[in-house]
Each structure stands twice: as structure tokens, then as C-alpha cells.
């Protein structure tokens, strides 16, 4: 059997067709949703970017971030943004050692800096540069007259972006095509190779966003201004209303480019026969605020549901529970444990995730009464019935009944400090040994 894993960075889950948006198009993802179980309760162990993919490749859990030495990785952008650590094997190392071919195709360029090693286990490697500040092409080369296009703010990253990608032709040369691409030329490759392991990783949708003009129509026309395609990780009172209305056009139209070409992806799956013998695993590492709550990007504190809550997509080569949902609590970490289970064993090394694959087969995976997370010096927890966020020291902590506020913008800490000190000691400090949590 082979595995094909998909990564869809700061993709909102609300935003995608499947999961009940009805004016973004996805119908490759919403297709792709029809023939898989679909997991309406998952979550992040850990974020941002380099943190998720840490759990996805090893099944182990990033946060509390253990592996952070502040005066040694004092240099790193921010707890849990580290190299995978040499003791712990990925995925790909595990298949390797059972005659997988091992791929891996990204543009998520945080993964191949010098320092970092998230290609660790893979044969075959393909890197796509030039991503937001990818030291790809000189940022100073880029005109102060085409600057000016641009909203103001994150203009290191806006410079860095313009530069490299300033050569672009046509379509072919955006990032996500770029690596559904070459993902789908490998995909020729690999038929006479099985079984194969293959993860596409796309950085979009993430920002900057600025999606070719036919997928800007979709949502949007009559703008005159400077483009407000990256966003500034605060509160929303640099934009206009008309500003944040284009920005969400923007990474709407970000959202479907990316589904068109996944879609041609999964096309040549078909053309090639390969979803009759292939697990494929679709997800997002996170999503992004767009003026909810008053915000844009995702700051540390910013741990709603719009950054929180993920599409999370498995796919039975049976196309089995097409179309059904989960309500179990599904995690980036649980990815090691389920592959194995659809291969009918379990992983040679210790994880921490579940074994999502028993779901397919009418069971249930261990019970998870709530699930955590952390973004640098924030935490979030949540079970049935509350979610918290909190600084890690305990303090600065936001409580939603999910009941009552299941959009999570009534504050009810104050008045239920009972609550807030349970799941902290008994969600987030258990889940970190005891604690203390990193302040």
C-alpha cells in the first residue's frame, strides 16, 4: 500500500467547501471530501508551522516544547521551532526501513534551511525556493515605484516576496503549481516503484497572497489601492473596511488556486490507478484570522478557531466511509500511528498519536478527553464543553462555553476561574509533566 500525504499550509477549515462554505470554491478538496472520512473536530498539538510538521513527521507531540533550551536556541524564531531532534525517527526513516521510496516535494522553505533537517528519511527531496523571505533573489532590487502597489506593512516580507518572485510568466510559475507539479511528474515515476511514500507539502495558502487575477475575480472587483496581501499580525486597525474586504478576497482566491492544481494532482492518481492502492492523508498544519476578533494573521495570544480548528482529510484506498464524518478529536501527531495501522502494525518506534485507521473499521481510537496545544507563550485547551487560551504562566486566560459561544467571542474567565484553573493544571500541565510550561 502506498501513502500520499498532503500538506495545505493556513488552511482554514471554514473555508473550504466541504465543511460548509458556500461562496470559496474548492471542488477538489469538497471531491476529495466525498470519498473520505472527514474529521470535524481536529486540531493542531502544536503551531506554527515548523512545530505541526515536527509531530506530523514523528508522531511525537511538540508542545510543551521540551526540546527548546533557551540559551542554546535562543537564535530559533520561537519555542518549538527546531530541527526534528536526532533521536526522534520520522516517518519517512520508518517506511524507508520497510522498502518504501521515500519523497518528499515543498516549497514550505523553513523546512530546508541550512540548519534545519525535515527531509530527514527522504530519498528523494525536491525543494521549490522562493517562498515570502526565502533568501532566494536580492530584496533590494525590488523598485520603490512597485512597492507602492503594496499595503505598507510586513515590508520585509512584501520585499522579499516581489524579488523572488518577479520573473513569473504564467500560471506554471505560481508555488502551488510549482509543486503539484512536480509532485505529479514524480507520481509517473513511482508506479513502477511501489510502494511509495510520497508528501506533497504546499506552503500556500499561506501569505503573501497574491493568487493570479482570474482567481481575484472570484471575489472581488472595482479595488483601487494598495494591495493588502500580507497581513500584519495584530489588531485589524490598519485596514480600512474596504482594505480587510480585499485581503479576504485575496486569500480566497489564494485558497482556490491551490485547490485547482491539487486537483490535477489527484487527477493523475486516477489516470494512473494509484487511489486503489494508496492512503491519502490531507491536512492543514493551521489556519488564519482575516479580521476576526478584531485581528489579522495569527499572534501568539490568537488561538481562536479560525487558527486552530483544521481540515483533516484520510482517505481509504476503498474510497471506505467516503463522505462521513468524525467527531473524534484528531491530531497532527496521530499521522505516524495511522499509517501503520493501515499497514497492519504498529510504528517500530514509540509515539504518542492514535491510530486513526480503526475508525474504517467500525472501531474507535483511544478515548481523548481534550486536546492542548501552543503557539510560542500561549496555550489552548479544550474539551466538550469549554476552550481556553492562556499565557503560560497561567495568567491572561479567555474562557468559551462551546455551548452557548461555540464561535468563541463571549469571555467568561472572569467569572469562572474554577474552570480556567482546572484545565489548566489538568489539561496543560499534565500534558507537560507537571509543568511548568515555558515563559
Not at 411 to 435: C, F, H, Q, T
Request: charged fraction near 25%; hydrophobic fraction near 35%.
Amino acid at each position: 500500500m502506498n501513502v500520499v500525504l498532503v500538506i495545505l499550509d493556513s488552511l482554514r477549515k471554514d473555508h473550504v467547501g466541504a465543511y460548509g462554505n458556500g461562496w470559496i470554491q474548492t471542488p477538489n478538496l469538497d471531491a476529495l471530501a466525498r470519498e473520505s472520512l472527514r474529521f470535524t473536530r481536529a486540531y493542531p498539538e502544536a503551531l506554527p508551522t515548523l512545530p505541526a510538521r515536527r509531530a506530523i513527521h514523528t508522531g511525537l507531540r511538540t508542545f510543551p516544547f521540551n526540546h527548546y533550551e533557551p540559551e542554546v536556541n535562543k537564535g530559533s524564531l520561537m519555542f518549538g521551532w527546531l530541527p526534528i531532534p536526532q533521536e526522534q525517527t520520522t516517518l519517512a526513516q520508518m517506511l524507508d526501513e520497510i522498502g518504501y521510496e521515500t519523497l518528499l516535494i515543498t516549497d514550505t522553505y523553513h523546512q530546508f534551511k541550512p540548519e534545519m533537517n525535515f527531509h530527514k528519511g527522504f530519498e528523494t527531496f525536491y525543494f521549490v525556493r522562493g517562498q515570502e523571505t526565502d533568501r532566494y533573489k536580492p530584496y533590494w532590487a525590488v523598485s520603490e515605484e512597485t512597492m507602492r502597489r503594496y499595503l505598507p506593512v510586513e515590508v520585509v516580507r512584501t520585499r522579499h516576496h516581489l524579488a523572488n518572485t518577479a520573473d513569473r510568466q504564467t500560471e506554471e510559475d505560481y508555488f502551488a503549481p510549482q509543486v503539484f507539479n512536480t509532485a505529479t511528474q514524480m507520481l509517473e515515476d513511482c508506479v513502477n516503484r511501489e510502494p511509495f511514500f510520497m508528501v506533497v507539502d504546499s506552503f500556500d495558502p499561506h501569505e503573501p497572497w497574491d493568487p493570479p487575477q482570474k482567481y481575484v475575480d472570484l471575489y472581488s472587483d472595482d479595488y483601487e489601492g494598495p494591495e493588502p496581501f500580507c497581513p500584519a499580525y495584530r489588531s485589524t486597525d490598519y485596514l480600512t473596511d474596504r482594505q480587510l474586504e480585499r485581503m479576504r478576497a485575496l486569500y480566497a482566491g489564494e485558497v482556490t488556486l491551490v485547490d485547482h492544481w491539487l486537483g490535477r494532482f489527484l487527477d493523475k492518481m486516477n489516470e494512473l490507478g494509484l487511489m486503489e492502492n494508496t492512503v491519502l492523508i490531507a491536512l492543514s498544519d493551521h489556519g488564519i484570522l482575516l479580521g476576526e476578533h478584531d485581528t489579522t494573521g495569527k499572534p501568539h495570544e490568537a488561538l481562536w478557531p479560525e487558527v486552530v480548528d483544521i481540515p483533516f482529510f484520510i482517505r481509504h484506498p476503498e474510497a471506505k466511509k467516503g463522505g462521513e464524518t468524525s467527531t473524534y478529536p484528531a491530531s497532527t501527531h496521530d499521522i505516524v500511528s495511522t499509517v501503520f495501522g493501515f499497514l497492519g502494525t504498529r510504528p517500530p518506534e514509540p509515539v504518542e498519536g492514535q491510530d486513526l485507521s480503526v475508525i474504517f473499521d467500525g472501531e474507535e481510537p483511544g478515548p481523548r478527553p481534550y486536546a492542548t496545544a501552543g503557539k510560542q507563550n500561549f496555550s489552548w485547551a479544550r474539551d466538550e464543553l469549554y476552550a481556553l487560551i492562556v499565557r503560560n504562566d497561567g495568567q491572561e486566560a479567555k474562557l468559551f462555553d462551546l455551548q452557548r459561544d461555540p464561535g468563541q467571542t463571549n469571555d467568561i474567565a472572569p467569572s469562572n476561574p474554577e474552570v480556567v484553573k482546572r484545565m489548566y493544571d489538568d489539561y496543560l500541565l499534565r500534558d507537560a509533566n507537571g509543568g511548568p510550561l515555558l515563559w
